[in-house]
């Protein structure tokens, strides 16, 4: 087996690395960061997906890239939800999260900024690869603590059986290798 996973995403070809998660399973990493070029192509082709939103919001730290890009090319205002809270947030909300990457449980927050930001708002939530959804609940429960309106849900890639949703938009699927 290869130690890589080619694909094309939004016209580009890239190779992904394989990296093992379990004894039994390896995941292809998509890794946006530094990558302007599929970072730009990437946002261009979901804001042709996303349509009715007021602001983007995504997690820290790998889709930030793609959410300031769509920004950019939008005109939209974007959130990030910090993984811890900093000295200039003011009544932070919180939420707990577990995701594949991380493999173990961390905190998301949004500041009292974000949150003015967002409320009543129609909220287009952003990530870089959706696979088990447990970042993207996270996220949606910001957006509901925050009294937002969630208007959609999209990534880069779904991976595995996230690809199956019918409550998310993707540019690509990502399989899961199994070994």
Known sequence: MSNTYKMTIAGLERELPLCPV?????????IMLGDVEITVAC??????KCKDFDVILTAEAKGIPLCYE????SGKPY??????????????IKVDVRSITTQHIQSLYLGQDEVNLIKGKRVLIIDDVIST??????LEELV??????????????AEGDAADRDDIIFLEKLPLFFK
């Open 133 to 138: 959804g447990e970042s993207l609940k996270a």
């Open 79 to 92: 959130a990030v939800a910090r993984k811890g809270t900093k000295v200039y947030m003011s009544d932070p």
């Open 22 to 30: 379990s004894d039994t399973l390896d995941i292809a990493a998509f």
């Open 70 to 73: 769509m920004a950019k090319q």
């Open 43 to 48: 946002a261009e082709e979901l804001l042709k």
């Open 144 to 157: 509901r603590k925050a009294e937002g309106i969630i208007a959609g849900k999209a990534a880069v890639l």
